[in-house]
């Protein structure tokens, strides 16, 4: 197997992982949202009421922290699709993309990856400062699914810790993948400049796209 089937194979794994990871980001997420009655548990603060040990005076969390991480699953989830099938039908009929689409394909990759950085780093702070919250008081974060600690009658805490840490845990997962897709992406690239200069191969991919849009004409730079 040459090293591009092999760099192929790689993207089409990582995707592939990617895409079944991705669910374990949003859905977890978007549930522990609706268990907390549209509330934010990231970066959440508020008081314990010493008498009856329950969380007093709330201060909840950025809607747009949740939102984030539940935008950058689902989005995630479509790309991991879409790459995988395009890359397994190069793939499958054993060549490589253009110039163009590794380049823009290193762009993506590029751009995904520091996103969902960013939205590993919202997730893990967030709710570590969730957990030193409630662990403040004597409750242990590991166990306050089996602890009532918000008397609130729409509030569910039942599952936080389940659904925040496998959310936590698969959008790093994530997030390596997309390094090694980024990574991959780039060495494909590096591979066509060595073959031919940037300013030739955007020349090149100009004026076939020129043609496919019926100028036959090339245009000179």
């Known amino acids: 197997m040459g090293l591009g089937n092999i760099l192929l194979l790689t993207q089409v794994v990582a995707y592939l ?26 970066y959440a603060d508020g008081t314990f009421d010493n008498k009856t040990k329950e969380l007093k005076h709330i201060s909840w969390g950025r809607d747009s922290a949740c939102g984030f991480n539940i935008f950058m699953g689902v989005i995630v989830m479509l790309l991991s ?12 009929k054993n060549i490589d993309g253009s110039w ?18 960013g939205s590993s780093l919202t997730l893990s702070v967030g709710f570590n400062e969730w957990c030193g919250l409630i662990s403040n008081e004597g409750i242990n974060c590991e166990l306050g699914d089996f602890v009532t600690f ?3 009658k ?6 936080f810790y389940l659904e925040m840490m496998m959310a936590q845990f698969c959008t790093w997962i994530c997030w390596i993948c997309w390094v090694v897709l980024s990574v991959v992406a780039v060495i494909k690239v590096y591979r066509y400049h060595q073959q031919e200069s940037f300013t030739i191969s955007m020349n090149r991919e100009r004026d076939r796209l020129l043609q496919r849009a019926g100028h036959r004409q090339p245009v000179v730079m």
């Open 81 to 92: 699709l879409f790459y995988m099938v395009w890359e397994s039908v190069y793939l499958f």
């Open 100 to 117: 163009l689409d590794c380049f823009v394909t290193a762009l993506v990759s590029l751009l995904v990856c520091l996103m969902l950085f």
């Open 17 to 42: 992982v990617s895409f079944i990871v991705s669910f374990f980001i949003f859905i977890p997420i978007a549930t522990n949202v609706k268990e907390f009655n549209g509330h934010c548990l990231l």
């Open 150 to 152: 918000i008397e609130e």
């Open 154 to 159: 729409d509030i569910n805490t039942s599952n």
